[in-house]
């Protein structure tokens, strides 16, 4: 019992860990998909800039999975570019959400925490600020703005 116990928590600690970073993952790619759609049309909060309103839809969807995600740590960008073969190479596009009928690819990257040290190790970096192991997730979603006037 005294062998398998440690080897077994070890396991249940790692497989926890898993699960928590690949939902984090979705989390982050749903939250790029939400945002991605609502940019596109050219929609704009009232009072607020297009940029406030894309990170005010990332933050909402990303603030469901309660406190492990710090919101303030979020950073998204946007890059235009004029056709599908060009944001393909990823050079040439320019900062920014672009007008009608131009490819963007939007950019929502956040630094995941990790809880176990020696999960940490295997697939983590070590962030001297904060002095612990992340991982950084990133999700990138390219669309084309619709036809807005």
């Known amino acids: 019992m005294a062998l398998l116990v440690p080897v077994f928590f070890l396991l249940l600690l ?8 690949m939902t984090a993952q979705q989390l982050l790619e749903n939250a790029a998909f939400n945002a991605s759609r609502l940019a596109k049309t050219g929609y704009v909060a009232s009072g607020s800039t297009q940029t406030q309103t894309v990170l005010q839809v990332v933050t909402n969807e990303l603030s469901s999975f309660g406190t492990f995600f710090d ?14 073969a060009s ?5 040439g596009g320019t900062n920014g959400y672009g007008s009608a009928q131009q490819i963007v690819v939007y950019t929502v990257t956040y630094p995941w925490k990790l809880f176990t040290p020696m999960l940490g190790q295997v697939i983590g970096t070590w962030n001297v600020a904060t002095s612990s192991w992340v991982v ?7 669309v084309r703005n619709e036809p807005y006037g």
């Open 14 to 21: 790692g497989i926890t860990e898993s699960c928590l970073v």
């Open 71 to 84: 919101t303030s740590k979020i950073t998204t960008s946007a890059t235009t570019y004029g056709t599908f």
């Open 87 to 91: 944001s393909g190479s990823g050079a």
């Open 136 to 142: 950084n997730l990133s999700s990138q979603i390219v």
